[in-house]
């Protein structure tokens, strides 16, 4: 970590200059925040992710309900498509016409997407419905919720990390400006007599 490389300033050394003191300061506040408000921060957030996560779970399992649906005819394959709540891998659905009863028991009627590799009239096949029985996505299940809330606090912890650095970067870039400002004055003052006999004296 670059926060770590400008310690190296704490030793005794006879050259050390009064920046390479601040620096180093600088460089040891920041692995500090680095080292306990990053992971403070992703804790927090992933801690506020699964929470509320986990609230969608419950709440869309209450809403969402798992029906039995009956094949009329097939429309054709549909398009690969990927699910991105449950899994990571392209499945190859086909649409068909089909019936199937919403959880009220009214009747429903129409195109729907199947994993029946080779669909026929008659066949069945599982589907989600909202509580008026129209086609849903399937609710987020708890592991899914769980690696998102952790993702989330993890992505939480290295921007903390970054802004820190580069905060520390930040720093440290205007330390070194500021002295080389000062280096130009000291030259400036000292540029018509360098070289000359009794110069400095």
Known sequence: MQAVSGLWRWRHNPLRRATDLAEAWVALVALALIALAAPVAGCLVGAAAQDSLQRSVRAQHHTRHLVTATVVRGLGEAPLETDPDTTTTRETRSRVLANWAAPDGTQEHGPALTALKSPHAGDHFRLWTDPRGR???????????????????????????????????????????????????????????????????
């Open 135 to 201: 086609i849903t996505t399937r609710p987020l299940d708890s592991p899914t919720a769980t690696t998102h809330a952790v993702l989330a606090g993890i992505g939480a912890a290295l921007l903390v990390a970054g802004l820190v650095e580069g905060g520390r970067r930040l720093t440290v870039w205007r330390m070194i400006r500021r002295r080389y400002a000062c280096w130009d004055r000291a030259w400036d003052r000292a540029g018509p007599d360098w070289g000359k006999a009794g110069t400095g004296s």
